[in-house]
């Protein structure tokens, strides 16, 4: 039995393989980098700018949870982070998923694209 693929939905299929390849070799780079000796500075650094290549967005932030669970502490920003996230530097939490979804979906700014 042979299913016919659509050139468009072939062109939408392949992209979608080709974003994923970039993302795990982003994680693979990620976790090379942590398995480095670094300072903590640099490791945040290079792990934003592996983040910003792989997204193509233009500004990315890393935030710790504090002892308590309570809140999202902001330890790192790179790019337009520091234009996008001005007052957030401490952020309340009621669980991490929701958190996380409210602070990556409304400051996600595309770079220009790759070339």
Request: aromatic fraction near 2%; proline fraction near 6%; hydrophobic fraction near 45%.
């Amino acid at each position: 039995m042979t299913i016919a693929i659509p050139p468009a939905e072939h062109v939408r299929l392949a992209e979608e393989l080709a974003r994923r390849n970039d993302e795990l070799a982003a994680i693979d780079a990620i976790g090379r980098l942590a398995a480095r000796s670094l300072e903590l500075s640099e490791f945040l650094e290079e792990a934003t700018r592996i983040v910003e290549v792989t997204t193509r967005c233009a500004g990315q932030a890393i935030f710790t949870v504090d002892e308590a669970g309570h809140s999202l502490d902001l330890i790192h920003e790179r790019g337009n982070a520091a234009e996008l996230l001005p007052s957030i530097r401490r952020v309340p939490i009621e669980t991490p998923a929701r958190c996380a979804m409210r602070l990556v979906v409304p400051f996600t700014k595309p770079t220009a694209s790759k070339t």
